[in-house]
């Protein structure tokens, strides 16, 4: 174990600030595939005893079938899932449970063996008002959700990403206990052939793509960050072959600026609007290093499209995302040049065989050629003679040619580029796309331009680049972070902020707000990581609570493979979550033996070198008791942990006209309280819709959900079964929320 204690310094304008205020949070979802937060409510118990829906394939003669309907070439979607039609819903399939807080469990569990990862498509998908829908692994180490009415869509339709193994339980929750309310049906299950999450510590979830391919975060990616965002890697069901297959594609901006979210792809990778609808994109799938030694994570996704405009004759497609992907998914909307002017030199950033982002560069210029052998017109490509940095395969079909600008000029279609010969690269020019195909719906001017501006270039754009954002920690300017060991010159008792001798679980730092914020991201300034297994992870947290961390509010899962000594480490959860005052941020770290024995693992964040009479604002967390630092039995100190919480300022949410949540806190009169039954809660006159009531315990454990639909006079609510403590009351209307603290006697 290394012995050395980290210094550096922040010479930063930061100051602390100082003060409590009762603190209301918003999950502001993503509107998207992946999930609006929260956690399965099935226990253990009712997991054992849910029997498995048993599917399973020929799958040599399967397989065979899908790959013999597949297009030879690069032409064509990389296929990794055979898929298995099936009819699964609460009226004919697992067990519907009656949980204490009046709602009703809705719960299947699926066994398609030897599945490398299983895919699930809900044709029929519309949940109603509070519902809630998951799916998870059976240890539940990986989960999907929750799922709620926000992910309702026109198309009636939900596919959602690849979850591992060949064991996938579904759950949905009923909080007025009617599982017949709104429509739920899985129509197919893909079983993955192709392992894409094979082997972790290799390079990308697939290690399938060519060694010549290089990550995006390498030193010749250095100049693409902003346009690597706009690249995403593309889940589609083949309802032909039956399959599902990968592609990639690309965010682009449109002339009005408006935040539209135009993607575009080929059309081998989305020909239709069946298969539009079931599109996943998947945003920063990347590996954080360059070494490609850790996989990326893809849980930043939207889930369907509408078809807008495709061509066979020069292979596009241009869709528009079902929702915009929100600012913690760090979105960007790449430029475009529509000259047809010869670039100098090109770069290209796809997905090859679904790897992470890669990028390849040629240090020459393209040539005008044709593609032969699949119809497509003449002269209507930029033909990549030679790739001197890397190659493309399969899956990056529809990746972004970008010019010598960083502005996009074409989409890959196909080509025989390799690893072995990297030569002969297509891709259709958006200078012949653009209005050379007169219908509206196989040309690009029609929606990149829809007012015929006769814009000739247009620049890239974040489009949430006019928010503002500030960084908010307890690092004062030019202090020193440090690695504070456990005890002097014993290393192996481990850090005060990390893993130690006293088995120390969680540590939080406080954040002080005074204003209506969103929480964006989290940095972390990780000192030291260490790990005995792969699989060994550290969870980071957001709570709120006034002196101590008491309602969980985000909690994420991260690898500790995914750190390195002495780096920050920005951390964005897949909600934002709005705060109206004080929260706390922290981490919960493991170990292999809880009592005793050496610390196989070491994970720590830096904290401010102990200012002996100054300002504490960290927490550790042992044997059930938060402690604050600086009445610390052991080693006393006023400390802050090294991690900085971005807080922005009315986030728009694009292309939907911004509904804003108002908080009503002050407004709610609970009576009694403290009460040893019955409480009754008082509304202000103007609230009359359905209301839902939560009530949280200190860790953050839902204890009772109640739903109102419709309110006159005070409301009821029956406390008389709890244990007397403290909990937390959290009420959601159409366009409000509040939360009220309620002593249980």
């Not at 591992?164 to 052939?193: R, T, Y």
């Not at 894409?196 to 960050?225: H, M, R």
């Not at 690309?250 to 599109?279: R, W, Y």
Request: glycine content about 8%; proline content about 5%.
């Amino acid at each position: 174990m290394n012995n050395k204690l980290y210094n550096i310094f922040m010479p930063r304008h930061k100051y602390l600030l100082v003060g409590l205020f009762l603190l209301c949070f918003i999950p502001i979802g993503s509107y998207s595939q992946i999930s609006q937060g929260g956690s399965p409510r099935a226990t253990d118990h009712l997991m054992h005893s849910q029997d498995f829906v048993k599917l399973g394939i020929d799958k040599v003669a399967d397989i065979q079938q899908m790959k013999a309907a597949e297009k030879t070439g690069k032409n064509a979607p990389y296929m990794y899932a055979y898929s298995i039609p099936v009819n699964l819903n609460p009226n004919n399939s697992g067990t519907i449970h009656s949980l204490p807080n009046g709602g009703k469990l809705w719960q299947v569990a699926i066994n398609s063996e030897g599945a490398s990862s299983i895919s699930l498509l809900f044709d029929s998908f519309e949940l109603p008002e509070g519902a809630e829908l998951f799916i998870y692994t059976p240890e539940k180490k990986w989960v999907l959700g929750a799922y709620t009415s926000r992910n309702n869509k026109e198309s009636g339709i939900l596919a959602t990403q690849a979850i591992p193994g060949d064991k996938v339980f579904i759950e949905c929750f009923f909080p007025g206990g009617d599982v017949s309310s709104g429509s739920l049906n899985i129509g197919q299950v893909g079983h993955a052939f192709t392992n894409i999450f094979a082997n972790q510590l290799k390079d990308g979830s697939f290690n399938e793509s060519g060694s010549c391919n290089v990550n995006i975060n390498c030193p010749e990616g250095a100049n693409w960050q902003a346009q690597k965002k706009s690249v995403v890697r593309l889940t589609v069901y083949y309802e032909d072959v039956p399959g599902w297959g990968l592609c990639t594609g690309v965010m682009v901006n449109n002339v009005k600026k408006d935040g539209k979210p135009f993607l575009l792809t080929a059309n081998h990778c989305i020909e239709n609007q069946s298969q539009a609808n079931t599109a996943i994109a998947v945003f920063n799938y990347e590996s954080p290093w360059c070494d490609g030694l850790i996989d990326g994570t893809v849980n930043q996704s939207v889930s369907g499209a509408e078809l807008k405009a495709t061509n066979t004759k020069i292979d596009f497609s241009l869709v528009m995302l079902s929702k915009a992907p929100p600012m913690n998914y760090q979105p960007y909307y790449a430029g475009w040049n529509i000259l047809g002017i010869t670039p100098t030199r090109t770069v290209s950033i796809h997905h090859p065989s679904g790897d992470v982002k890669k990028i390849s560069v040629d240090n020459d210029s393209p040539v005008t050629g044709t593609l032969p052998g699949f119809g497509y017109d003449d002269d209507v490509f930029w033909n990549i003679l030679q790739w001197e940095l890397g190659t493309t395969e399969q899956g990056s079909s529809g990746a972004p040619l970008f010019d010598n600008n960083k502005l996009l000029v074409g989409t890959l279609v196909g080509g025989e580029a390799t690893c072995a010969n990297s030569v002969n690269d297509y891709y259709q020019k958006i200078s012949e796309a653009w209005e050379n195909y007169t219908p509206a719906n196989e040309q690009l001017k029609a929606w990149l331009d829809p007012e015929g501006t006769g814009t000739t270039f247009l620049i890239g754009m974040d489009p949430y680049g006019s928010v503002f954002c500030e960084e908010v920690d307890n690092m004062e300017q030019n202090e020193i972070l440090i690695l504070k060991q456990f005890t002097e010159n014993m290393p192996s008792d481990g850090y005060w902020t990390g893993h130690n001798a006293i088995r120390t679980t969680q540590y939080a730092d406080k954040i002080f707000n005074t204003e209506d914020k969103d929480l964006l991201s989290l940095t972390y300034k990780v000192g030291r990581v260490e790990y005995d297994s792969p699989s060994d992870q550290v969870i980071f947290k957001v709570w709120t609570g006034v002196y101590q961390p008491e309602v969980l509010v985000a909690s994420k899962s991260v690898p500790l493979m995914n750190f390195q000594d002495s780096t920050d480490y920005v951390l964005y959860f897949d909600s934002i979550y709005h705060f109206t005052g004080n929260f706390w941020v922290g981490y919960e770290i493991f170990y292999d033996n809880q009592v005793s024995g050496p610390l196989t693992d070491q994970f720590a964040v830096f904290q401010v070198t102990p200012r002996y009479m100054g300002v504490n604002t960290a927490l550790f967390y042992q044997n059930g008791v938060w402690t604050t630092y600086s009445n610390n039995y052991w080693d006393s100190m006023s400390t802050s942990l090294g991690i900085t919480a971005e807080l922005c300022v009315d986030i728009p949410t694009l292309g939907i006209p911004q509904t804003r949540i108002l908080n009503i806190s002050d407004q709610i009169i609970v009576h009694p309280n403290p009460t040893n039954g019955d409480i009754s809660i008082s509304f202000p006159e103007n609230i009359t819709s359905g209301i839902t009531m939560k009530l949280f315990s200190l860790t953050g454990t839902l204890v009772l959900e109640k739903k109102q639909t419709f309110v006159s006079g005070p409301v009821k609510l029956d406390l008389s079964g709890l244990y007397a403590g403290i909990y937390l009351l959290r009420l959601e209307g159409d366009g409000f929320v509040a939360s009220k603290k309620i002593s249980v006697q």
